[in-house]
């Protein structure tokens, strides 16, 4: 039997902005320490009797984020899969299953979202393994929080008969969200838990399962599989083939519908971080009862979530409050309303505004880029490119660019002139011309761009070459 984390990553969590943004969403961000959410789920693993390389799922968006995380970890993965467009759980696991049962026929997926909190591994390494256990004799096993108070914001899973003595059980059925009363009840009746998201299961069961009471997800994703290609780092499904597959969850597609589910009770604190509060109530606090990031002062202030990352918050008289700072957006909301930050993205969505996408510092697969300032028919940005990268050769139809050297070494294409650039020394690109910027050297290259012209959206961009495949 060979363990393969099959890791999810999806969503916005919009919940979590500004921190959280369409671009760099929630599993990316370093909340409880140094390492990303989706790094910690990486490394849940380690340890465990044959476990093996993960397998991420994720969108086009996010694919060199994934990488780069999953590299800073000294890991390999065994495939980043990418999907088209977002089809919700059930066909991102069929595309997983499928490359996992035809690389080997033991294979039992340990099946996990990238952006939840677990702290205590070996708890959790030891209910993987007692899934495992049932997931080979054909159960599809998810796992079950004991639950310790009336939570309205989680499903909840009834459990039914328990299996052969082995501490876990069948599942009766799953519950959506309750209201406090109902969500007491279960908590005091002892039958139900929370409902973590996780799954242990065989790939070829699951394949069984799919095509037994979803076989449309099953034929879409076995086409858009035998239809992809493999693209460096990472695995695409076709397109066309993809977008016929009906969007479904893995509960709704198969787990309440099949008669081999099971749960294994997980007796050990696990949050899913889907808003502010959920980060205060999982933080160290302090003797206030506050949780404080970066570079905040307080006076009379308690209960409250305090995170600064540009500038100083001085927070005075605050009770029960969340102060979010970033270098483009400031939250303020009270505690008991944190499920409400998403109405705040949804209004940036409708003026079409770029804070719920983007940070003011952009990452791209070559480095980073950093609005500095801007105006009518000009903007300044701050690049950093890093060793050994280039930027894709391109021309703009809109703007002309001026690039100075902070530190380090720049390539230079300008037309038919290919030349170095070192620091305190700048080029000029017209409009029109086709460049390219690439980093030969060992550190970090910074430049200082100032672009000029009428138009100067990210969208004026003509690529004929690029390394990272982004040529349409």
Not at 92 to 109: C, I, N, W, Y
Not at 275 to 297: C, F, K, P, T, Y
């Amino acid at each position: 039997m060979h363990y393969y984390p099959v890791i999810l990553s999806g969503g916005a969590g919009s919940r979590l902005w500004p921190a959280s943004r369409e671009f760099y969403p929630k599993p990316m961000l370093p909340m409880f320490g140094k390492h990303t959410l989706l790094q910690d789920t990486t490394t849940r693993l380690d340890g465990v009797d044959s476990v093996q390389s993960p397998l991420f799922v994720c969108n086009e968006e996010h694919r060199f984020l994934v990488a780069e995380q999953v590299r800073a970890l000294d890991k390999e993965a065994e495939a980043i899969m990418l999907e088209p467009e977002g089809r919700n759980t059930a066909p991102a696991l069929t595309l997983a299953a499928l490359h996992l049962a035809g690389k080997d026929p033991d294979a039992v997926m340990v099946v996990m979202p990238a952006d939840h909190v677990i702290p205590d591994r070996a708890s959790f390494t030891e209910t993987v393994e007692r899934g495992g256990e049932l997931a080979q004799k054909g159960y599809l096993v998810t796992f079950g929080v004991v639950a310790d108070k009336p939570e309205t914001g989680y499903g909840y899973i009834n459990r039914g008969k328990e299996i052969e003595d082995s501490g876990s059980f069948t599942v009766d059925r799953f519950v959506e969200k309750p209201d406090a009363t109902t969500a007491q009840g279960y908590v005091d009746s002892g039958d139900y838990y929370w409902n973590s998201g996780i799954f242990v299961m065989r790939a070829d069961r699951w394949l069984e399962e799919i095509g037994k009471y979803q076989p449309d997800i099953l034929a879409a994703c076995r086409v858009a599989m035998e239809h992809g290609k493999s693209d460096a780092d990472f695995l695409r499904a076709d397109k066309s083939a993809f977008l016929e597959s009906p969007s479904d969850s893995i509960d709704y597609a198969v787990m309440e519908k099949t008669d081999r589910a099971a749960v294994v009770p997980m007796e050990t604190h696990w949050s899913d971080v889907g808003s502010w509060s959920s980060i205060w109530e999982v933080s160290e606090r302090d003797e206030d009862g506050n949780v404080a990031r970066g570079d905040v002062l307080t006076h009379d202030t308690k209960n409250s979530l305090l995170m600064a990352d540009q500038r100083c918050i001085a927070a005075v008289g605050l009770d029960n409050m969340i102060v979010v700072e970033t270098a483009d957006a400031v939250l303020v909301a009270d505690k008991r309303n944190s499920q409400d930050v998403k109405s705040i993205v949804s209004q940036l969505k409708a003026s079409d505004r770029e804070e719920y996408r983007f940070h003011s510092r952009v990452y791209r697969p070559w480095g980073d880029y950093e609005g500095i300032d801007n105006g009518a028919r000009y903007q300044v940005k701050r690049l950093t490119v890093k060793p050994g990268a280039q930027l894709s050769l391109q021309m703009h139809h809109h703007r002309a660019e001026h690039w100075i050297v902070v530190s380090g070494t720049a390539k230079v294409t300008r037309g038919d002139d290919v030349f170095m650039l070192s620091e305190n020394e700048s080029t000029y690109i017209p409009l029109g011309t086709t460049h390219r910027l690439e980093n030969p050297g060992n550190i970090p290259l910074e430049i200082i761009e100032v672009q000029s012209g009428s138009y100067l959206g990210e969208d004026d961009i003509v690529r004929f070459e690029d390394v990272y495949n982004r040529v349409e």
